[in-house]
């Protein structure tokens, strides 16, 4: 069973919002102390337009773009809890492609799952993965 099917049992069984509040603090605690990704100076100087879609939740998401100093280099951040449906639904990236004034065939979205593959296929855009930094011990 994976962190999400968890979640969602949580959900089921009536105790989603002290679920989503524990999930939430520890993804803002991961945040201030995340690893800078592969590819990130890319967004500061590339002047393409760009959003963010992720799983995480809305604040941990900004609180890692703040840190970095790339906050200011995103149309709009959208996470786990801005719109009703989670990846791999299409909602969130369509929500995100809507901030950049795009088509969906004119976004390339960059993930580092399988889930978000299949979410820029059902959303339309295209995908690239991005293999996430190793863990240090």
Same mark, same amino acid.
């Given at each position: ?32 102390? *995340? ?5 990130? @100076?890319?967004?500061?100087?590339? =002047? #393409?337009? /760009? &959003? !963010? ?5 809305? *604040? ?5 773009? @703040?840190?970095?100093?790339?906050? =200011? #280099?995103? /149309? &709009? !951040? ?60």
């Amino acid at each position: 069973m994976e962190t999400w099917d968890l979640y969602d049992a949580a959900v089921e069984a009536g105790v989603g919002g002290e679920a989503e509040e524990l999930v939430s603090t520890h993804e803002q605690y991961g945040a201030e102390r *995340a690893e800078r990704l592969p590819h990130a @100076d890319e967004l500061a100087e590339n =002047g #393409h337009p /760009a &959003a !963010v879609c992720s799983l995480n939740c809305e *604040a941990a998401c900004r609180t890692a773009l @703040d840190r970095e100093g790339l906050l =200011g #280099h995103v /149309a &709009a !951040v959208v996470g786990r809890d801005s719109v009703p449906a989670k990846k791999p639904d299409p909602e969130p990236l369509l929500a995100a492609v809507e901030a950049l004034d795009l088509p969906p065939e004119r976004v390339l979205f960059v993930g580092d799952s399988e889930s978000d593959a299949v979410t820029a296929e059902r959303a339309g855009t295209g995908f690239r993965y991005v293999q996430r930094p190793t863990r240090r011990a």
